[in-house]
């Protein structure tokens, strides 16, 4: 299929560098963008976005240079509206360090380093001023195990396989980069080869001595997480509620928490307060007890004390105005 690219140079010239923003926001949720963009600029914007699919692999490359913070959100919203549930591996392509958060961990990626994110998670991706990534999307199928995946790598700075990950780094800028349009079998076998090195950079662990009989791995702590986040609105989630789902008893909820160095309150608080943030920074107009609400807080001076804590400001200071 041919390569998709739009620009903000397609908007009139004429316009304010916030408006010129704004609209290009909207207009990639207008096209059917994942995700939610905040863009805090007054003098200077240009941003810029291709997408090109290839068999089930789709890549995509975003630039922007603005004078203020640019922020690349999947929020709970984006999360309810579209049901993506494919793993993503993000590369700094730009001279400015990026911010990226997802579950309770957060990182700083230089340029050309790359991390993986789960899209069916909230997850927030910032920089201070001007960015440029590269995305590659990938369908779970392709991956053994994604599920611990993801919990052992996502939101980190990938360190292994430096070869396999250079040769994803170039190509991915070489095919983004191609002028002709691909007939199908290229298409294909372009997409199988980024699936293939993507498989082998996201690999956990490697083979087992022969005479070492494999362990057969964890999965729960990663169902247990997303069926938190499926449920963290409801204001008294218990963890007996989550378990009943599982199949699991509440202390053995609270048992795999344990083993993974965490508890059922931390987990539920951090997804709460994620969500808060994520609707902060993507513009929502709500009054913040509506917001803390939604999110399933009881208690307006509870979600305070906690978002104060765990971001160093206010919900006032934190939200982003459209």
Not at 170 to 179: C, H, I, K, R, W
Not at 270 to 293: C, K, N, Q, V, Y
């Amino acid at each position: 299929m041919p390569k998709f690219h739009f620009t903000s140079d397609q908007l009139p010239s004429a316009l304010p560098a916030r408006m010129r923003a704004k609209l290009w926001a909207e207009s990639m949720d207008a096209i059917g963008s994942s995700f939610e963009m905040g863009i805090v600029t007054s003098r200077k914007f240009h941003g810029e976005v291709s997408v090109l699919q290839l068999g089930r692999i789709q890549l995509g490359s975003a630039k922007t240079v603005a004078d203020g913070a640019v922020n690349v959100l999947r929020s709970e919203a984006k999360l309810r509206q579209d049901n993506d549930d494919r793993i993503m591996i993000l590369i700094n392509r730009g001279e400015t360090p990026m911010s990226v958060r997802q579950f309770n961990r957060k990182i700083e990626l230089k340029r050309d380093d790359m991390t993986v994110l789960a899209m069916d998670m909230p997850s927030e991706c910032a920089t201070p001023q001007s960015g440029h990534s590269h995305v590659i999307l990938l369908p779970r199928e392709i991956l053994p195990q994604p599920g611990r995946m993801l919990e052992t790598l996502s939101a980190t700075r990938l360190k292994t396989h430096r070869a396999a990950q250079l040769l994803l780094s170039q190509n991915v800028q070489q095919l983004l980069g191609a002028e002709e349009e691909f007939d199908a079998p290229l298409e294909i076998a372009s997409g199988e080869y980024i699936a293939q090195l993507a498989t082998t950079i996201l690999q956990t662990q490697g083979p087992q001595p022969a005479k070492q009989p494999a362990k057969k791995p964890d999965t729960r702590i990663a169902d247990i997480r997303k069926q938190i986040s499926r449920s963290y609105r409801v204001p008294d989630l218990k963890p007996g509620t989550v378990g009943e789902r599982l199949g699991l008893s509440a202390r053995s909820v609270q048992h795999v928490l344990s083993q993974n160095g965490t508890t059922f309150s931390d987990e539920l608080m951090a997804m709460r307060l994620e969500a808060a943030f994520g609707m902060l920074r993507s513009g929502a107009t709500d009054p913040i007890a509506d917001i803390a609400f939604k999110c399933g807080f009881s208690d307006l001076s509870t979600f305070h004390r906690a978002f104060r804590a765990r971001y160093g400001k206010t919900p006032n200071a934190a939200r982003v105005a459209k």
